[in-house]
């Protein structure tokens, strides 16, 4: 190797430390030279804002120019003095122009849990950091901001406000979430981050910034798991809902529900919105069963947990425990699966029943002893109120006080002469209460209390006459008595002197004119059947047992004796018989009488041609 070739391998290495060594010296310098110049000229620049547009980003011996000229001149002449100046290699031209936007359009995107991006436009008037400092101070602890709007003319008044409001929402939303201003319409759209955040997203919406209004969409609950919901009841009727409601339409569904079942009684709303009811479950078909199920709480809760249904507590009677476990048995709602039933019922106490009468209507409320007691108060009423619904809701159960059923039966004919009013039996106190169509009927259902309950029983009655009509004189009178009889008959089956109950539509209408006419009387005429008519057969009565043991030696009944018994009968069915016609007078006065017509007001009539009659006769006359 030559001594030349051996001096350039000894060099390499000095020449080489040189190198490392001046480095340090030399970088800042070609830094200084290649941004010194260029931040010059950005901080020559000036936006409406106060503040240099220009932003200047070194890439190796590139200039990157950033920002948004507030003219196109302004913005030519910025690149034209970057690119007299010799440092750089080149400048890359990132620089816009600030424009008229319409729509102003600005958003927060949520990315992450730990950024959120701005895009869209800022108002050009605002500098880029003070908008910067004040989002930051909204923001939770851990959570960055990147703003990549861009500067434009055309924002909104109160545009920093509504931004502000905007991003305290999105801050509460998962990923995913956006905030958006379009001019002056706010949309939020994700799904909360809590329970708590979506409550809080749901009051701040009611009161969006003054001059804005919220566009279509809404942000969505948040999702729990397990999905849970619970209405509690208290001894005094209370209802009590917690847990988690899916909707505000469901919400409001179950409010009404609670409040029809609290009839009056204080309902308080616990729940919160949230998603994760069960997929499948329909949430009306949930809610109704629920509530029918709760009808059967006297102190207890339904509970919804995940998917199975729930009930617990004391029931309010009997009757109900087995009624639950039925409702939580059979058809279900579609996704809805069987939790635990474990209800308690004790005596009822204070033991009560009503029978109310109001308009054409006749409701049977509270607790019976059983099917058969329940069976005997129904046909006792029905003679009362032959044209009336009759509507059974009374429940059985334990604890009834001795003779309840005799109470209420004996209570039946009193209601049935009242314009309306009910009957209330608790524990031993029979009360009826009501309003009579004269005050006549009041005094004397008034005066029946002490024969009207049974022994060990107290008897209550608060009946009063309803105000009197007006009074029509002499002529309206037999007007309106008249038409009441232009169309209607009244005529009693063949042999019979029962009122039937075609009858009483006419019968009421006469006593309730009575009221308007106190100086004429009511004469009643009854009829005689057409002849040939053949009376209702009469019931067979029991053919007498023969004594024990003498079976065999009884005596053979006589066919002749017999068939002359037949004819006499059948000669005595064909006499007239005489007392028909007042029987059936007096049936129907006996029901005026008992519907308020004063005594000398009502009254059998003349009987000279009760042989011709067909159909019962009314007329008026003047009362005495």
């Not at 609290?262 to 729940?271: C, H, K, L, T």
């Not at 049977?364 to 029905?382: C, E, K, N």
Request: charged share 25%; glycine share 8%.
């Amino acid at each position: 190797m030559s001594l030349r070739s051996l001096g350039w391998l000894t060099g390499l290495p000095v020449l080489a430390g040189l190198g490392f060594g001046t480095v340090p010296w030399i970088e800042p310098g070609l830094d200084r030279d290649l941004t010194g110049a260029a931040v010059a000229v950005a901080t020559a620049t000036s936006s409406e804002a106060g503040e240099p547009w220009l932003r200047i980003e070194r890439r190796g011996r590139d200039l990157v120019a950033l920002g948004e000229a507030p003219t196109p001149a302004e913005r030519d002449a910025a690149l034209d003095r970057l690119a007299d100046l010799s440092g750089p290699r080149r400048i890359i031209d990132r620089v816009g122009v600030i424009g008229e936007q319409s729509p102003f359009v600005w958003s927060a995107a949520r990315r992450d849990d730990d950024r959120i991006d701005l895009l869209g436009y800022r108002p050009a008037e605002t500098r880029r950091s003070v908008l910067t400092e004040r989002f930051g101070a909204i923001l939770p602890e851990g959570v960055t901001l990147r703003d990549h709007a861009r500067a434009a003319r055309g924002a909104p008044t109160g545009f920093a406000e509504a931004a502000d409001f905007l991003l305290r929402q999105v801050v509460r939303l998962g990923p995913g979430a956006t905030a958006s201003l379009r001019d002056r319409t706010l949309t939020l759209q994700g799904e909360a981050a809590s329970v708590d955040a979506y409550e809080a997203v749901r009051a701040d919406l009611a009161r969006p910034p003054a001059g804005f209004v919220l566009g279509d969409g809404a942000p969505e609950p948040a999702t729990v798991k397990p999905f849970t919901w619970a209405a509690a009841r208290a001894p005094d009727g209370s209802i009590r809902l917690s847990g988690h409601t899916v909707s505000e339409a469901e919400r409001a569904a179950i409010l009404g529900a609670a409040r029809a079942l609290a009839n009056g009684a204080p309902v308080e709303d616990a729940m919160r919105t949230a998603r994760g009811l069960p997929a499948g479950v329909d949430a009306r078909a949930l809610t109704e069963r629920a509530f029918a199920a709760l009808a059967l709480v006297r102190d207890g809760s339904v509970t919804l947990e995940g998917s199975a249904l729930s009930v617990r507590g004391a029931a309010i009677d009997a009757q109900a425990v087995q009624e639950a476990d039925a409702l939580t048995t059979g058809s279900l709602p579609d996704g809805v699966t069987r939790g635990s039933v474990d209800l308690t019922a004790s005596p009822v106490s204070p033991y009560v029943v009503g029978i109310r009468r109001a308009g054409e209507t006749v409701t049977l409320t509270g607790h019976l002893p059983d099917p058969a007691s329940r069976a005997a108060l129904l046909a006792a009423l029905r003679p009362h109120f032959f044209g009336e619904r009759i509507l059974d809701r009374t429940r059985l159960a334990e604890g009834a006080p001795p003779d309840l059923v005799q109470a209420l039966q004996a209570a039946a004919a009193p209601l049935g002469q009242l314009a309306a009013g009910e009957v209330t039996a608790s524990d031993r106190v029979l009360r009826i209460a009501g309003e009579s169509l004269y005050p006549e009927s009041a005094r004397r259902l008034s005066g029946t209390a002490d024969r009207l309950a049974p022994p060990g029983w107290r008897a209550e009655i608060a009946v009063k006459a309803r105000d009197a009509p007006a009074l029509l004189d002499d002529a309206a009178c037999r007007t309106a008595f008249d038409a009441r009889l232009a169309t209607r008959t009244v005529r009693f089956a063949p042999g019979s002197a029962d009122l039937q109950p075609d009858f009483y539509p006419l019968l009421d209408d006469l006593a309730a004119l009575a009221r308007s006419c106190p100086d004429e009387r009511i004469e009643v005429a009854g009829h005689v059947d057409p002849p040939g008519t053949a009376p209702p057969p009469a019931p067979k009565p029991p053919a007498p047992a023969a004594p024990k043991g003498k079976a065999a030696n009884a005596k053979k009944p006589d066919p002749k004796a017999a068939e002359k018994a037949g004819e006499e009968k059948a000669a005595e069915a064909a006499m007239p018989d005489v007392g028909l016609p007042q029987r059936r007078a007096a049936a129907i006065v006996d029901y005026l009488l008992k519907a308020g017509v004063p005594a000398q007001r009502v009254g059998p009539g003349p009987a000279e041609t009760m042989a011709e009659r067909r159909a019962v006769a009314f007329a008026l006359s003047r009362a005495r």
